[in-house]
């Protein structure tokens, strides 16, 4: 990467040779002061372009992959080309010869410096009216080919993430004004144009190089180019550095070859398709797949000359005056990371690369703004064409050589003077720009032109600058503080009228460029784009979430959440989080719902996460694994939903992973009812830190609904106060149709003080009674007298200093309960379960499972639990009070969080300890069986009513008491339901089993287990059954001895209930081989495997999934003893039986026949394998 040559504190400020580390800048100015000459009249060569005869002929056009030892070598044209060059060298110039690592000899450099600035200004001269001659010649082509696009970019060092903020915007305009350009795509889900989407070509000189092999070569968003980019920077850059202040010198360059390499390593190893720990060395930088052409300038040390890597073969059209073609040039065979490594050598910071016998410098040293190299070559190449070049800058301009202190006399005094001229010469980009805007004006009109470079704002960053250094120490608290502030500059340069005019100008160039072009067709690449990179945003859906009845606009709120979540046209890349604060029943989650309603369209991705508990969070999270693009998740991940045996963390991880990608940064995250306090000694197993599960990766828009002030912190904040008279009366009325007085309304709001949800559920008690509000007014007093006598301190009324809440909710639950008992009661039952998600099945699956299940519900419910109408209307009941809502795309509905609280206070200890049961033995009696075909689905959804209920059975009010009853329950007064409710303790121990929870697994089957012992004694079926399953626990936990124990009660037990025939007597030998197998007594277990399989076989048939399952574990058993024969027949024989009843694409039928295949691989059977 090139670096202005000179201080960049002043040249004329120190002497030559300080001891303060100036000598570098000195030494980096006297080698480009050798090469100098030389480098331009290689351009001019190329620009005039008047071959030697020895080009004539059939280039061979063909170029052989390399062997990994040395690659082809350089194309750098005949002897003669080389002679010719160093010939038309003038005289004085030739003095400069470019040995690399001799000292500079200042006597004789002095003799020639007015002579040699002389011959620079002539041959710029000259360049410029040779290449505008061409351009004039190409005009008067009567035949026109493709128009091409034509991406330049400067080299500059860290000073080129500036360039990428100036693409990443001019490429966020360049989409927008597509999709408004396009009307057939104006309203999907259109992918996103990218840099390799819109350019023919990209050319880059040093850092610029490197982002041009980024953005052609590898096909790079610009997003990733960013990410990566700064990698980069802060492997090459971000380290100590010497606190004695080093000297670089020619032979020990500041920077080491292994940094360098390690730092080129992390662009691109992640592209590479290989497999190997060396991948990324051997992508070769030729290629005839990548849409865009790239080409990478460097400086060819060896014979003083620029040259050009080029993904492409360089085939000019352009004939001489004498008739001759120019000089052909394949593509360039070398290895990407070579091409990349010899752009970054910029002298005296990194070594020069050698390669098949050249030394190679930084391509700065001819041509730090390469579009005069670009224009020259394509015009030359696509003689036909038309051509729209954008040329980016990353701010690297000269110096005035008069400025600062003047400079001394003398022999050194010359030397800066000389020194500076020639730095001027080769870092000042825009007389390259000056020059290619020249020829562009020469076509009139024919070719456009558009220069994007920052004119001073950057100040005097330098090419290594990405770090604070004080005393030699890199601060690594401030590590990237460059790159803070190069967003920064971008922001003030970008704010300018002049510079949004030229951004403009060349997005609409860009666009028009793409609406015309003919590579191929505008639906084509939106085709290619979807069915290739599977890009395009999520589809937005709000599954899950309350429906909103009919919103309140509250635009001073919502202008609010805008200013701060709404992407910014041009916003610094960081993530940015916001929290929503008030009161529950505020207002926040409609607000939010609201926001995301109006403005998905502005972000990629919009997931609204249950943020009750950690559970609800992770199931959440990982319940939009199925939208996100196939090509962008693993297919085990996608299968969440759908098999219980993927675990939940590794979804969460998946998902948290897609969002940090750098492609993927315009994603909103809404998290819903962050309630919880959370500290490391939290006792609540719900509470968590919700940091957890923001994005790693510093992008994304982050929104947090809750009441805890703490919460603020994490961002920027808000506190949702209560609505305004104005907002109040519209929800009124949205609420309430019928005719009321106002001056009444007046006074009920007023009492209601502004709480949106207090006021809905008013309106809706008014609608729905028929009660005047002079009535309704009398009835609110009268419960406000009655709740204050009541004192219940631990109910959520602390909220509410007013109580208005907690007294209109009683006024509604009064009005159902008068005329419908039944559905009252169910709302208290739904106190004890999850609020987000009730649903008919839930209380259907229950009855159909326990007879005495169905008995209880009913004596409390009624028919709501057998009949589906009974439900139906019970919903409509309580909606039409608003005490609940129905769900977003679901048959299902939730109540409002503080409706749920106080539903579980209102109704006092005596119907508490009924409903506990009541809820204990719905949800239990609800797992299904994972031998079912939709067990993952229902019991993914199932799970958060079981931890609900899960925290009554643990609580102190509901241990077992000696009678095997829970306190408080006495009134159980028959062993029926003292049955049920145990048992069902046991199922939720089954379906924590099945989800990987063993903490709760441990706990559900302990606590039925001390129940079954105290109520039916410990021979009892039903405590054996708690006993088998808790040795299988206790193996999962590592507790071998203890569940040896447990798994030989079992059989004992079993024995002499049932018999030694019996499937429980079997299920319990089976447990037993498996535990025996995992200690390594392989005898032993095959013992009991084969009394299982024989036992399962005869009571339950050779094709029972019981019967396979031991079946597979006697094989496993085969496998360990190498007795491969034996296990490849039983094999066989799991696998067809799978096939016949489950299916051949089932998981366990996919198990089976993989263990064959290895079967048949541990025997040397690969064809055998192979089929399978």
């Known amino acids: 990467m090139a670096e202005p040559v000179g201080d960049p504190h002043g040249i004329g400020e120190r002497a030559f040779g300080d001891a303060n580390g100036d000598i570098t800048n000195a030494q980096e100015q006297w080698l480009r002061t050798q090469t100098m000459a030389t480098a331009l009249a290689d351009v001019l060569d190329d620009a005039i372009a008047e071959p030697n005869s020895s080009d004539n002929g059939n280039p061979d056009t063909s170029w052989r992959e390399p062997s990994p030892a040395r690659p082809p070598p350089l194309d750098h044209g005949t002897e003669a080309d080389d002679t010719r060059r160093k010939t038309e060298i003038p005289s004085v110039s030739a003095e400069f010869s470019p040995p690399y690592a001799q000292k500079p000899d200042a006597p004789a450099v002095l003799g020639g410096v007015d002579e040699v600035v002389s011959d620079i200004d002539r041959i710029t001269t000259r360049l410029t009216v040779a290449q505008a001659r061409k351009t004039t010649f190409l005009h008067d082509d009567e035949e026109r080919g493709k128009h091409l696009v034509v991406l330049c970019l400067d080299g500059g060092g860290v000073r080129s993430y500036f360039s990428l903020l100036v693409l990443e915007e ?29 350019f023919d070509f990209i050319y880059g000189t040093s850092s610029g190089g490197l982002i041009a092999i980024m953005l052609g070569r590898l096909e790079m968003t610009v997003i990733q180019c960013k990410e990566n980019f700064t990698r980069y920077a802060d492997e090459l850059f971000g380290h100590r550095r010497s606190l004695l202040g080093f000297v670089p010198t020619l032979s020990q360059p500041r920077y080491s070859e292994k940094r360098l390499i390690r730092a080129t390593r992390l662009l691109l190893d992640k592209f590479d398709p290989s497999s190997e720990d060396n991948r990324w060395r051997r992508t070769i930088f030729a290629s005839s797949d990548v849409r865009t052409k ?5 400086y060819d040390n060896t014979i003083s000359s620029q040259h050009v890597f080029r993904s492409h073969d360089y085939t000019p059209q352009l004939r001489s005056a004498k008739g001759h073609l120019s000089r052909f040039a394949s593509a360039s065979p070398q290895y990407i990371w070579q091409v990349a490594r010899a752009a970054s050598a910029a002298p005296f910071y990194f070594p020069p690369m050698e390669l098949d016998e050249h030394t190679f410098l930084d391509g700065g040293m001819v041509a730090n703004n390469p579009s005069m190299i670009a224009l020259n070559e394509i015009l030359a190449s696509h003689s036909d064409s038309t051509i729209s070049m954008i040329s980016i800058g990353s701010g690297l301009r000269n110096k005035n050589v008069q400025s600062g202190k003047p400079h001394s006399q003398g022999l050194f005094g010359t030397m800066r003077k000389y020194l500076a001229t020639v730095n001027n010469l080769l870092t000042d980009t825009e007389i390259t720009h000056e020059q290619v805007s020249e020829i562009i004006d020469h076509t009139r009109g024919n070719h456009r032109y558009h220069r994007l470079n920052d004119d001073g704002f950057l100040g005097n960053i330098r090419l290594d600058d990405w770090t604070t250094n004080k005393h030699g120490r890199s601060d690594i608290s401030v590590r990237g503080n460059t790159r803070d502030r190069i967003e920064r500059i971008f922001e003030a340069w970008s704010n300018r009228s002049d510079v949004d005019a030229a951004l403009t100008a060349s997005a609409t160039d860009l666009v028009q460029c793409i609406n015309s072009k003919r590579r191929r067709s505008d639906q084509e690449m939106w085709s290619r784009k979807r069915s290739e990179t599977d890009q395009q945003p999520t589809v937005f859906s709000l599954e899950g979430v309350p429906k909103v009845r009919e919103f309140v606009d509250r635009p001073d709120e919502m202008a609010q959440l805008e200013r701060v979540l709404l992407p910014k046209l041009r916003q610094s890349q960081r993530q940015k989080v916001h929290v929503l604060r008030g009161l529950g029943g505020i207002g926040k989650t409609q607000l939010a719902i609201e926001f995301a309603r ?11 996460l249950d943020g009750k508990s950690k559970d609800s969070v992770k199931r959440s999270i990982a319940s939009y694994v ?7 998740i693993p297919a085990i991940s996608r299968a969440y939903t759908t098999d219980g045996s993927v675990e939940l963390d590794a979804v969460v991880a998946e998902v948290m992973g897609w969002l940090a990608r750098p492609d993927n ?48 912190q994490l961002g920027g904040s808000q506190q949702l106060g209560r609505v305004h008279t104005e907002q109040a009366q519209a929800i009124l009325r949205s609420w309430c149709k019928v005719p009321y007085d106002t001056d009444e309304s007046r006074r009920l709001l007023m009492l209601l003080d502004g709480l949106p949800l207090a006021i809905a559920q008013a309106g809706a008690y008014l609608q729905e009674s028929g009660v005047h509000l002079e009535a309704y007014l009398r009835f609110y007093e009268q419960q406000w007298g009655e709740l204050m006598r009541e004192e219940l301190a631990d109910a959520p009324l602390r909220d509410y200093p007013d109580r208005s809440v907690w007294t209109t909710w009683a006024i509604s639950y009064q009005a159902i309960r008068n005329k419908h008992e039944s559905t009252a009661n169910l709302l208290l039952l739904w106190s004890f379960l999850d609020n987000r998600d009730l649903w008919y099945d839930l209380l259907a699956t229950a009855c159909k499972a326990s007879t005495v299940a169905a008995r209880m519900l009913s004596e409390s419910i009624g028919n ?21 809502e129905e769900v977003e795309e679901a048959t299902s509905f939730a109540t409002h969080p503080v409706v749920h609280q106080w539903a579980y206070h209102y109704q006092g200890k005596q119907f508490a300890s009924k409903f506990v049961r009541l809820a204990i033995v719905l949800v239990g009696w609800a797992v299904p069986d994972n031998s079912t075909g939709d067990w993952p689905a229902v019991q993914h959804r199932l799970l958060p009513h079981a931890q609900a209920v899960a925290r009554w059975v643990v609580q102190s009010e509901t241990r077992w008491d000696h009678n095997g ?38 706990q559900m089957y302990e606590w039925s287990l001390q129940g079954k012992e105290k109520a039916w004694g410990p021979e009892h079926t039903s405590t054996l059954d708690t006993v088998n399953n808790l040795g299988g626990l206790y193996v999962k936990l590592g507790r071998l001895d203890e569940a040896e124990k447990m798994y030989q009660r079992a059989l004992q037990g079993y024995e002499k209930a049932v ?27 095959e013992k009991l495997y084969q009394r299982a399989l024989q036992g399962y076989e005869k009571t339950l048939g050779p094709d029972h999934p019981s019967t396979l399952t031991s079946m597979a574990n006697l094989v496993s058993t085969f496998w360990n003893q190498g007795r491969w024969k034996e296990a490849e027949a039983l094999e066989v024989q799991v696998m067809e039986s799978r096939k016949t009843k489950l299916g051949a694409d089932h998981p366990d039928t996919l198990s089976s026949m993989v263990n064959l295949a290895s079967t048949y691989r541990n025997q040397g059977r690969w064809d055998a394998a192979e089929e399978l």
């Open 170 to 198: 001019l490429m966020r305009r360049v989409n927008e004004l597509h999709c408004s350009s396009v009307p057939e795509h104006a309203h999907q889900a259109a992918p996103r144009l990218e840099p390799s989407d819109v």
């Open 294 to 298: 790239t080409a990478v300038v460097a």
């Open 598 to 608: 109006r403005h998905h369209r502005r972000f990629s991705t919009v997931f609204w």
């Open 626 to 632: 199925s939208r996100i693009p196939r090509a962008q």
């Open 665 to 712: 940064t315009a994603w909103l995250l809404i998290f819903d009812n962050v309630d919880r306090e959370y500290n490391s000694q939290s006792g609540d197993p719900d509470a968590y830190d919700v940091r957890r599960f923001f994005s790693s990766a510093d992008h994304g828009f982050i929104l947090i609904t809750t009441r805890l002030a703490r919460l603020e």
């Open 864 to 884: 709501v639990a057998s009949s589906e109408l009974a439900f139906s209307r019970a919903m409509q009941q309580l909606r039409s009070y608003s005490l609940i």
């Open 965 to 1002: 009853s829970l306190n408080n329950d006495h009134d159980i007064n028959n062993g029926e339901e003292r049955e049920a409710v145990l048992n069902a303790t046991h199922l939720l121990g089954n379906l924590y089993a099945d989800q990987g929870k063993l903490a709760e697994e441990k």
């Open 1059 to 1085: 018999g030694p025939d019996h499937p429980s007597t079997f299920s319990a030998v089976n447990n037993l081989g498996l535990l025996y197998a995992d200690l390594g007594h392989l005898d032993e277990a």
